[in-house]
T-cell receptor
Framework: AQSVTQLGSHVSVSEGALVLLRCNYSSSVPPYLFWYVQYPNQGLQLLLK??????LVKGINGFEAEFKKSETSFHLTKPSAHMSDAAEYFCAVSDLSAGGTSYGKLTFGQGTILTVHP | DGGITQSPKYLFRKEGQNVTLSCEQNLNHDAMYWYRQDPGQGLRLIYY???????QKGDIAEGYSVSREKKESFPLTVTSAQKNPTAFYLCASTTSRDSPINYGYTFGSGTRLTVV
């Protein structure tokens, strides 16, 4: 079974500072990993995804994440935070595997709320 | 524009009442999902459906029911058996078993259910 742990339920940064949101996963098969962002009272928007191609994945709004198999991590970063980045971020792992029979369910972490101070 | 429409945005339920949350998509997606979101717990899967007239229980299906009579529609009923239904409910869809890898999941804007 897959699982995801997001370290830190709240992260606070100053505008212009580095954003680092941590995600560790557990998977019995090579994982497919996702980062989503959620603004208050809205659905989730895909930021980026890892699908076993390049280990450094670039997403929208200047975010990127690096897949590190040895550390079972998929941390999300952005060099310079903007006020509009304030939201809740979710890391997720898919249970799809090559040749498997899964329907492709996503398992989510608990979420990290990012606050950006002026 | 194509997307997923959830309605209503806010819903209030009295104790012992069944309520139905609507989820409609015009993306021609095959698979649809219902997730429940509670603060600090992330999203938990309630039910999912890969094709019409077929659906499977997720991790927290007790107290919920679904139907999939049409490809574009996947309504969720919160029954009186669900003892703690107050939460934010999200519907999602994707095109097929393999496409979450290529296209990810599309989410609706959610329904906030409150028991009064």
């Amino acid at each position: 079974a897959q699982s995801v742990t997001q370290l830190g339920s709240h992260v606070s940064v100053s505008e212009g500072a580095l954003v680092l949101l941590r995600c560790n996963y557990s998977s019995s098969v090579p994982p497919y990993l996702f980062w989503y962002v959620q603004y208050p009272n809205q659905g989730l928007q895909l930021l980026l995804k890892y699908t076993s191609a390049a280990t450094l994945v670039k997403g929208i709004n200047g975010f990127e994440a690096e897949f590190k198999k040895s550390e079972t991590s998929f941390h999300l970063t952005k060099p310079s935070a903007h006020m509009s980045d304030a939201a809740e971020y979710f890391c997720a792992v898919s249970d799809l595997s090559a040749g498997g029979t899964s329907y492709g369910k996503l398992t989510f972490g608990q979420g990290t709320i990012l606050t950006v101070h002026p | 524009d194509g997307g997923i429409t959830q309605s209503p945005k806010y819903l209030f339920r009295k104790e012992g009442q069944n309520v139905t949350l609507s989820c409609e998509q015009n993306l021609n997606h095959d698979a649809m999902y219902w997730y429940r979101q509670d603060p600090g717990q992330g999203l938990r899967l309630i039910y999912y459906s890969q094709i019409v007239n077929d659906f499977q229980k997720g991790d927290i299906a007790e107290g919920y029911s679904v139907s999939r009579e049409k490809k574009e529609s996947f309504p969720l009923t919160v029954t009186s058996a669900q003892k703690n239904p107050t939460a934010f409910y999200l519907c999602a869809s994707t095109t097929s078993r393999d496409s979450p890898i290529n296209y990810g999941y599309t989410f609706g804007s959610g329904t906030r259910l409150t028991v009064v």
